[in-house]
């Protein structure tokens, strides 16, 4: 079965109506609804949207427990992004195959592979007559990869955990955090007029040149002394632009540039001391430059607006799947922070401690050609069945 369930298309909600399908018809307690995207949105802490949706559908399914052991989250996005240079893949993307140990297609790596350990770990147990006193919920979730709609619905809905496991790609290690990223949009003004007289206009292109080293300069300063658990990167909280358009005339001096990116922020600092910080930086810059100072660089804040978040490497939620992993996989996991934004910000910020553990390899992700292990995910389903008994106790 394919579906290709890139965010704000139909198969986005094809495929949260199938798990919740297929869970009912595993025997769980299985909720839908309809998430209210329009009032949702306009929350303040609402965490941003970067497609156009005007539906989406939320799922929870629960498997109850004897009713006095603590709850176990799993929680999977479904969304995937859209598939870029189809020259660059060695087949249809939205196809799925088996090579060798590799299953190859869009979402496969991240995070479809993930979301179905969580599920058939979840199955295995049931399977083997396992009771658990704890109850284990299972969360298909939309819209992660452009804000985290999904996730955000599931707690405004009052949902309660007492810990989360994300199945993301961590190549079967463990990412207790991560940075966040915000997303950017600066407007450089320039003063149009014939090509052929330029020196009487001003291009927004030349004005960008300084902001954009002014930026590679904040990157750097950013990156100064990072967190220890994100010392293993060479860029811990990138700073990156993405998009740059410009002029509307090859022989006109253009007037405006209009470049969007996204700016990675700390473990341990908001989002909107990393705003203020570019726009500190920017306005330095512009006070600078006799045009600039009249004309400053205009930046907003739109589309995705992923916190960083932080769970203690300390904790036992870590240290216990640590020693799960260990004793089930005889490997050793890795524990380090993620330099991409994630839905573990919005678990950790509504007071559930959550860590990723899955398989795939991040580089992977949104790349062409992106696989995952078969054999990898095997062994994050023993993994997270060995945890879920741990964690939520056997009755
Ligand atoms: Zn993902």
Redesign the pocket.
Known sequence: MAMPSMGATAAEIDIQDFLADAWRADGLDVQTWDIDIAELSARPDFPGMEVDRNCARGVLARWPGTGDGPTLLFLG?TDVVPPGDLAAWSGDPFAPRIAGDRLLGRGSC??KAGTAAMWFALRALRDAGVRLRGDVLLAPVCG??DGGLGTYALLQRGLRADACVIP?PTNLDLIPANGGALTFRVRVRGLATHASRRTEGVSAIAKFVPVLEELVRLEARRNDNVDPLMQRWPIAYPLSVGTVHAGDWSSTVPDLLIAEGRLGVALGETPAQARADLEDALAGLCATDPWLAEHPVEIEWWGGQFASGRTDPGHSLVRDLSDTIREVLDRTPQVYGGPFG?DLRLLVGAGIPTVHFGPGESAA?HAPDEWVSTTDTVACARALAAFAMVFSGVA
Request: glycine share 0%; aromatic share 0%.
């Open positions: 996005h991240d995070m992660e990869e993301e994630s992700a």
